[in-house]
């Protein structure tokens, strides 16, 4: 068992060797609200532009393939790939009711990548990056937070630059970045405890597993045991976090109760969720702190309620990596009264918020394992013991 001291080290090394990348999934302090606002307003009328003039020109967008003025033209793409299976960053249309054309979801086939990031592999699903989940052009990703999120786009190339530091992608002597998304569960790198409904990687390293003997041997295939299983979804933490839902509706605040419960139950020894490889530096954290208010603010489909969403909404995008049908972001469903100031606002206070939950969580979860190690250390000895110690 990883002692308290131990885990306390951990996050204290985390959170001094890894300064550089501490605040990674964080905002900027610098970012300005009001700009990015002005400059999505002409992201979008611009598109609007484009899609009028290819009309009047006669072309037609390609549902899928890489549209030849892309960023990402030229980028490779599997050699066997099915050019129906290429990925087109760019959305099929402006409007609500054509965003998706083109982007219809279709579940993976057999060898095809996904990987921990639910978001990402919904751009796989629908075909907004290569549907292999295979040599995808990683800079894309940032891009397509903001054509499908209303995200700003210089929100997450820090966490692409990280992918690259932390080895999970090939660049390429032109300087092309390509990734397989699967990678994405390799550590260090994306994949963190705690996750909403993955299940943590150290669950099955148990006292029980370490201890078998060589007398005792080992059943065969035991990266199905120890390694694979992390790689599905949960059930019953699923479960967990659709209990809470009310009037057939999951909120910020029934999500940020799921992380707290996340956390503890990782922490407590004697519950079926204890991980003694449990690990929280400071940008686990905030990977927490965004990962459990995105997809209630990203795939809400109100102009100015950003705190709850529809519980089949959830479910589908947990179980299937699926946006919601007819899905199109606030600000081509609500072009005149999206407040995006508003909406990152409430964004940054929810990921403040989630940040002291989580931390104060851990720090609740170590008290009470330590308040459990004290009380087994002073626990008085059995009858038994007592009279050999009288003798």
């Not at 790939?81 to 579940?107: C, K, M, Q, V, Y």
């Not at 989580?358 to 308040?371: D, T």
């Amino acid at each position: 068992m990883v002692s308290l001291s131990k885990a306390s080290s951990i996050l204290f090394a985390a959170s001094s060797i890894s300064s550089h990348v501490a605040n990674a999934h964080l905002m900027p302090k610098d970012f300005d609200a009001a700009e990015f606002a002005v400059r999505l307003k002409k992201f979008r009328a611009d598109a609007k532009i484009k899609e009028a003039k290819n009309k009047a020109n006669g072309k037609v967008r390609l549902t899928q393939g890489k549209a030849s003025d892309s960023k990402s033209a030229g980028a490779t793409a599997p050699a066997s790939a099915d050019a129906s299976r290429i990925g087109n960053p760019e959305p099929g249309g402006t409007t609500p009711e054509t965003f998706l054309d083109g982007h219809e979801f279709i579940p993976p086939q057999e060898g095809d990548s996904r990987g921990p990031c639910p978001i990402i592999n919904c751009m796989a699903n629908h075909g907004f990056i290569n549907r292999s989940g295979q040599e995808v052009v990683a800079f894309d990703i940032p891009i397509l937070g903001m054509t499908l999120f209303d995200l700003p786009d210089t929100m997450f190339p820090p966490v692409v630059n990280m992918a690259i530091f932390d080895g999970q992608v090939d660049v390429l002597e032109d300087g092309q970045v390509l990734l397989d998304i699967e990678r994405l569960w390799n550590r260090p790198g994306e994949e963190r405890d705690v996750s909403q409904v993955f299940p943590n990687p150290g669950l099955n390293f148990n006292e029980f597993n370490l201890n078998i003997t060589v007398e005792d041997g080992f059943a065969p295939n035991n990266e199905e045991t120890f390694i694979n299983f992390r790689y599905e979804v949960d059930r019953d933490l699923l479960k967990q976090l659709t209990d809470r839902s009310s009037f057939g509706r999951l909120t910020i605040f029934d999500h940020q109760q799921h992380l707290r419960t996340r956390i503890l139950d990782s922490l407590d020894p004697n519950g079926p969720l204890h991980d003694i490889f449990f690990v929280f530096s400071e940008e686990s954290m905030a990977v927490a702190a965004n990962q459990y208010l995105f997809p209630v603010m990203l795939l809400g489909d109100m102009v100015d309620d950003f705190s709850s969403i529809e519980l089949d909404v959830i479910e589908d995008f947990w179980t299937q990596f699926r946006l919601p049908e007819g899905f199109a972001p606030r600000s081509i469903r609500f072009p005149d009264t999206f407040d995006f100031v508003a909406f990152n606002q409430a964004r940054q206070d929810w990921q403040d918020e989630n940040v002291l939950i989580a931390l104060n969580a851990f720090e609740q979860g170590k008290s009470i394992v330590k308040h459990g190690e004290e009380e087994e250390a002073e626990e008085p000895p059995t009858s038994s013991d007592t009279k050999l110690v009288k003798a």
